[in-house]
């Protein structure tokens, strides 16, 4: 089998998921969000690349790939080398193997000369919302259909779904429902049945509907309860149909539904079992019949989700209790936010995509989790080793107190200002859990001073601090008891992006916002401290999102700060605490590529050598900026969200698709001249 992760390329099983290899490290792009094999001749592949159904977090990809050599090598199609197809959410080929379709944020194009060539198919209707999905009628190479999704600049999807009776070179729009909500359509066609088509509608919480007439017009086959897609159908959204058995589908989100009789009831197949857990994540993305499935002795599929791949052996018996196998033996492809360290140790802890925070003591394969689904930013204390402060979703702080076996707790419920200490209006219940809900990044910085591992700072709308983030938490009395926050500097109006502290001085705090906006502060232990806008009209640096900011070691003046966006120069250094500003990308041959650089580490015993991580792996600098490489030997031509380092000599990368890095670097001093 053959699995493709977005941000973690191609990986390959020969023993049915026992164990998993990945196809190649370096290929040109890793975001892989679809792989077919041509019918006809199974050694021609192709892999579409592009997280378009991500929202603004999605990671670009470069178009269509293609192997003849069943998947050993890939190389991309030069037809494809364009904007048109940087976010290609599907491809599909015809039974008979001669038309090749790519869905994609920009419409749908087709190849009949096995991507030598990939014009835009003709498109009735309105395509400000993308297409998510095309998939030709398995019967019948002349028909096709497919679905949309809404877009990151559509208010709306106002064409739900095409089709097409030409091979996919015309389409035509099926007539919108009055659907408030829509955002994505998945279909599927019955193999058994000729012209059925279902459809699984991100409305109302999971609409089911069918077609008999080949994807013509549909009615309501559920009437969305129960409701499958849990509000999460324009990120998880998978619909499958019985090969022969048209009236068996599975279906669903963030959980998996099964349905004997066409749709008209649902019964839930997967999901959280209270005091058991998952047997098979959460976040569905696809549904794949064995090669030999024929309804009757086997019935095998395999599931694809945001926690990689399992195995159902039968599923018509398959339950949320039994009937599941965990297929992820070696493969590594968990997309990492952040990752922090105790150097004392060794310890390496970091949030992850739809997985939690997760902890290992220096094994590459034994890790423990912690703190629920999406893991954040997260600090690691240096002194009290057992503590790390993990961070869920939108500033959610919380403090991990047991070595990374859990007992995680909130710890932002008792917040303070300048006119007192309260609870966060709005909160949960009495327990003021979810203080920043809506008010931050999704992924909100959280550090700790490096002068002061009592002194945590979060960054939201504001940026808050406490000085006693080790205080015990009373559920019973949350306002009188836990860390005490004080917001040390306002809003702007933008979330705050990334916060830095001075290894000279706990008083110097650096903030970046999401528009670019860069502050500074002397005074940061005051009570309000004095910001000073250091990105001023005169200043050269871009109007980009913040990604990270970095101090000196050696120089309380000298800070580093890097911006997200495909643009050159996301490095700048400043030597007088933001008075002026060079960029340091390089240039030429040796410098940084256009892309977005997400953290800048700097060897404290030389701080001409940088280590950068951007968008397309880690890229690294002797000369303090003026030249770049990047190492061939590692990690892998993937996203690296963050750096930390693990004592002097060795950093750590995390990396989204990847799993987690890490490296020794030489860490000797600059040789005198």
């Not at 041959?589 to 001409?608: F, G, H, V």
């Not at 690296?640 to 000599?649: N, S």
Request: proline share 6%; with cysteine; charged share 10%.
């Amino acid at each position: 089998m053959f699995a493709g992760s977005v941000g973690g390329g191609i990986w390959k099983t020969t023993n049915g998921g026992a164990s998993w290899s990945p196809i190649n490290d370096f290929m040109a792009n890793l975001a892989v969000t679809s792989v077919v094999f041509t019918p006809t001749n199974p050694a021609v592949m192709y892999a579409a690349t592009g997280e378009g159904l991500a929202g603004s977090r999605g990671i670009r990809g470069a178009g269509v790939f293609k192997s003849t050599d069943g998947g050993a090598t890939w190389s991309q199609l030069s037809s494809t080398a364009n904007p048109n197809f940087y976010f290609t959410n599907r491809v599909a080929i015809s039974p008979d193997g001669t038309t090749l379709l790519a869905a994609a944020a920009t419409g749908i194009y087709r190849s009949t000369d096995g991507g030598a060539t990939f014009p835009a198919a003709t498109l009735g209707g309105s395509l400000g919302q993308g297409v998510a999905q095309v998939v030709f009628d398995p019967n019948n190479s002349s028909k096709a259909v497919a679905g949309a999704f809404k877009s990151r600049t559509s208010a709306a999807v106002s064409t739900p779904a095409w089709y097409s009776t030409d091979g996919g070179a015309n389409w035509t729009p099926v007539p919108a429902p009055n659907l408030p909500d829509l955002a994505r359509v998945e279909l599927a066609y019955a193999r058994s049945v000729p012209n059925k088509v279902y459809a699984s509608v991100n409305s109302q919480r999971g609409l089911l509907c069918v077609s008999t007439n080949g994807g013509q017009s549909y009615t309501l086959a559920s009437s969305g309860s129960p409701q499958f897609l849990h509000g999460q159908g324009s990120w998880a959204n998978v619909l499958w149909v019985d090969p022969t058995n048209d009236r068996l589908l599975v279906v669903g989100g963030v959980d998996l539904y099964r349905s004997t009789n066409g749709g008209s009831t649902l019964t839930q197949i997967s999901g959280l079992i209270s005091g058991v857990g998952e047997l098979t994540h959460a976040d569905n993305h696809d549904v794949v019949p064995v090669p030999t499935y024929d309804g009757t002795t086997v019935k095998t599929v395999f599931v694809a989700n945001d926690g990689g791949v399992y195995k159902a052996t039968d599923i018509t018996t398959a339950t949320m209790s039994s009937g599941w196998t965990n297929l992820n033996n070696g493969l590594s492809v968990t997309q990492f936010y952040s990752v922090a360290t105790n150097v004392a140790t060794g310890s390496i802890v970091g949030g992850t995509q739809d997985n939690a925070t997760l902890r290992t003591s220096g094994s590459a394969t034994t890790w423990s989790g912690a703190s629920g689904s999406d893991g954040g930013f997260v600090a690691h204390d240096p002194v009290n080793t057992n503590y790390y402060y993990p961070s869920l979703t939108n500033a959610r702080v919380m403090r991990n107190e047991q070595d990374g076996l859990g007992g995680s707790v909130d710890i932002v419920g008792y917040w303070c200002d300048n006119t007192g200490c309260r609870c966060k209006s709005g909160a949960l219940g009495a327990l003021c859990q979810d203080w920043t809900v809506s008010h931050a990044n999704f992924n909100a910085p959280v550090v700790l001073d490096p002068n002061d591992p009592n002194r945590l700072l979060v960054g939201a709308d504001h940026l808050f601090v406490t000085s006693d983030p080790r205080t015990q938490v009373s559920y019973a009395s949350p306002t009188a008891s836990g860390p005490s926050w004080f917001m040390i500097k306002p809003s702007t109006g933008h979330y705050i992006s990334a916060v830095a502290v001075s290894p000279t001085s706990s008083d110097i705090i650096a903030v970046g916002h999401n528009d670019g906006a860069v502050y500074v502060t002397t005074n940061g232990t005051n009570a309000s401290p004095t910001w000073t806008k250091i990105d001023d009209n005169a200043s050269p640096l871009p109007n980009r999102m913040v990604t990270s900011i970095a101090f000196s070691a050696a120089s309380a003046n000298t800070l580093w700060v890097t911006f997200g966006g495909y643009d050159a120069q996301n490095i700048w250094e400043s030597t007088d605490l933001g008075g002026g500003w060079s960029p340091i990308s390089g240039i030429g041959m040796t410098a940084l590529p256009p892309a977005p650089i997400y953290d800048l580490k700097i060897l404290s015993t030389n701080e001409r050598s940088l280590y950068a991580a951007t968008e397309i792996g880690l890229f690294t600098s002797g000369d303090g900026g003026a030249t770049w490489t990047l190492p061939q030997e590692g990690p892998a031509n993937v996203a690296v969200e963050q750096l930390a380092w693990l004592g002097t000599g060795t950093l750590v990368a995390a990396t989204h698709g990847r799993g987690m890095f890490k490296t020794t670097v030489d860490a000797s001093p600059p040789a005198c001249t």
